[in-house]
């Protein structure tokens, strides 16, 4: 099973850009800050993990994600292999991001940029919330006669 789950903080904005074709498709890459639970002297504080995003997600990230944020994702590791421009052969690890969430709140990222002097100009619009099919409004009252099936 190949399933990751990372808690962490954008070190930096998205890398957007979409892919050349018929159909053009939204590629975010990304860098997630990952505190580490337990740390030696001397050792960092962070893993910086690279990751990347494809289709709705990247999308999404490209509209409200901004570096500092602190986020979730479930994904997978994929490992894959290329040659550079010498005909080197090199490897790359990167995490490919099939969910991505908010893990606080606006109100927490907006009062923690401002206390840290962050540029609030650069503060993503406030994504949409999101109305589920299954759940409607009531518009009509219930009439007690009514058939019920139970």
């Keep these: 099973m190949n399933k990751v789950i990372l808690l962490g903080r954008l070190a930096k904005d998205p890398e957007i850009r979409y ?24 050792e960092p504080d962070a893993d910086f993990i690279f ?11 490209e509209r409200y994600i901004k570096k500092g944020m602190q986020i ?9 292999s290329f040659e550079d421009n010498t005909g080197q052969r090199k490897w790359s690890t990167e995490v490919i991001a099939d ?11 907006e ?9 609030m100009s650069a503060l993503p619009p406030a994504p949409p919330q999101p109305v589920s099919p299954e759940f409607k409004a009531i518009t009509e009252s219930i009439d007690e006669d009514d058939d019920l099936p139970f």
Excluded: H, W, Y
């Design 99 to 109: 969910e991505v969430n908010f893990a606080e709140s606006r109100a927490a990222f």
């Design 19 to 42: 892919t050349q074709g018929a159909e053009p498709m939204c590629v975010s890459r990304f860098t997630l800050a990952v505190d580490r639970r337990f740390k030696k002297e001397g």
């Design 111 to 119: 009062a923690r940029m401002a206390k840290g002097g962050g540029d």
């Design 72 to 80: 979730s994702l479930c994904g997978n590791i994929s490992v894959r």
């Design 51 to 61: 990751c990347v995003a494809f289709r709705r997600t990247a999308e999404f990230m």
